[in-house]
C-alpha cells in the first residue's frame, strides 16, 4: 500500500510592477524573468525563487550580469521582500514586548542603547598594551598611528 501524495499549494504569481521594467530577451526569457522576479519578491532567496520559475540560479546570475532592467526589478524585489518581512515583524511585535523593543531600537534614536567611551583612557590603554609588545619592526607603525591621531 502507498503512501497518498498531498497536494501542493501553488501561490498566485503577483507580477504587479513588473511590467514597467524593459526586460532583455525573447518572450519566453523575459517570462522567466518576470516569474523569477515575483517569486523572488515573495520567497526571498535567488535558490527557491529560481525553482518557482523553472530555471537555475546559474541563469539568474547570469541575468544580473548582463540585464540592466533586470537588476533594478531585482533590486526593487529585494526591497519588497524586506519591507514584507519587516511588516511582518512589526505585526508580531505589536504582541511582544520583545519584538516590540527590537523593533522599537531599530527604528526610533531614543530607544538605542547607548554607549560612552572616554577616548583618552583609551589610547592610554592602548598604549600601555603595545608598548609590551613593542619590537623593532613595529615602533615605526605605532609612531605613525600616534602622530596621525594628534593632527
Known amino acids: 500500500m502507498s503512501a497518498a501524495i498531498e497536494p501542493q499549494v501553488v501561490e498566485p504569481i503577483d507580477f504587479s510592477g513588473l511590467d514597467e521594467y524593459e526586460l532583455s530577451g525573447n518572450e519566453v526569457t523575459v517570462t522567466n524573468k518576470r516569474m523569477f522576479l515575483a517569486a523572488y519578491r515573495g520567497k526571498a532567496t535567488v535558490y527557491h525563487a529560481a525553482q518557482v520559475a523553472g530555471i537555475s540560479r546559474k541563469t539568474v546570475y547570469q541575468w544580473l550580469r548582463v540585464d540592466e532592467a533586470f537588476i533594478a526589478a531585482f533590486d526593487d524585489c529585494k526591497e519588497d521582500a524586506a ?33 560612552t567611551i572616554d577616548l583618552p583612557a583609551l589610547e592610554n590603554e592602548l598604549t600601555s598594551r603595545f608598548s609590551r609588545n613593542i619590537t623593532p619592526q613595529t615602533a615605526p607603525v605605532l609612531e605613525s598611528a600616534k602622530k596621525s591621531s594628534d593632527e
Open 83 to 115: 519591507d514584507t518581512l519587516e511588516t511582518s515583524v512589526y505585526q508580531r511585535a505589536l504582541k511582544s514586548d520583545l519584538l516590540a523593543m527590537f523593533w522599537l531600537k531599530a527604528h526610533r534614536a531614543k530607544f538605542r542603547d547607548r554607549m
